[in-house]
């Protein structure tokens, strides 16, 4: 199992550009969720999906979008990149019968918008 | 609504030395509780949780929590500190009942002295 994957590990926009955040789990979760974490803030929560089919706000969806294309795959856009979306940004899964409650998360993509 | 309040955003001890991290929440409802730890440029890990039954709870590591619920409190502690603990920890809660989201706290940086 590899777990929840995410790409690209780094990129550099420019403001006003476009790109997407790929997460993939291998896990069969049901929920998945899209955070951010800046340094002094822990991680907020950008979007959630609770099961395939379903995307909700979390506490700071602005300037983001999300697409569940699908029971594994989870993805991030920001359709307009602005330097305050400089961050870390997290995928993660949980779900399944034995480990209901607990988050499995990727590595993270690290986001610099100039 | 539920939030998390870790006390000190830093925190040094001496290798060998009890490990504490203080973790308050609040919540309206049952909380489900939850430490995570975060090595360098890695994405986040569960180290233990606390959902029903016994309040005192084992984790991964060495590390034990207790609930409770008097003082609002879910303290990480560990006898003795290693150098491979020093990490970031969060703490998080979650309302029981239904679907819930997770709240982090802002994390805890431990530095473990030689």
């Not at chain 1, 995307?55 to 307009?80: A, I, Q």
């Not at chain 1, 400089?86 to 209901?100: D, I, R």
């Not at chain 2, 490990?19 to 489900?32: F, I, K, M, T």
Request: aromatic letters at 12%; charged letters at 15%; glycine letters at 10%.
């Amino acid at each position: 199992n590899a777990g929840v994957t995410q790409t690209p590990k780094f990129q550099v926009l420019k403001t006003g550009q476009s790109m997407t955040l790929q997460c993939a789990q291998d896990m069969n979760h049901n929920s998945m969720y899209w955070y951010r974490q800046d340094p002094g803030m822990g991680l907020r929560l950008i979007y959630y999906s609770a099961s395939e089919g379903t995307t909700d706000k979390g506490e700071v969806p602005n300037g983001y979008n999300v697409s569940r294309l699908n029971k594994r795959e989870f993805s991030l856009r920001l359709e307009s990149a602005a330097p305050s979306q400089t961050s870390v940004y997290f995928c993660a899964s949980k779900g399944g019968a034995s480990n209901q409650e607990t988050q499995y998360f990727g590595p993270g993509t690290r986001l610099l918008v100039l | 609504a539920q939030s998390v309040t870790q006390l000190g955003s830093h925190v040094s001890v001496s290798e060998g030395a009890l490990v504490l991290l203080r973790c308050n929440y609040s919540s309206s409802v049952p909380p489900y509780l939850f430490w995570y730890v975060q090595y360098p440029n890695q994405g986040l890990q569960l180290l233990l949780k606390y959902t029903t039954g016994a309040t005192l709870v084992k984790g991964i590591n060495g590390f034990e929590a207790e609930f409770k619920k008097s003082e609002t409190s879910f303290h990480l502690t560990k006898p003795s500190a290693h150098m491979s603990d020093a990490a970031e920890y969060f703490c998080a809660v979650r309302a029981s009942g239904g679907y819930q989201k997770v709240t982090f706290g802002t994390g805890t940086k431990l530095q473990v002295i030689p």
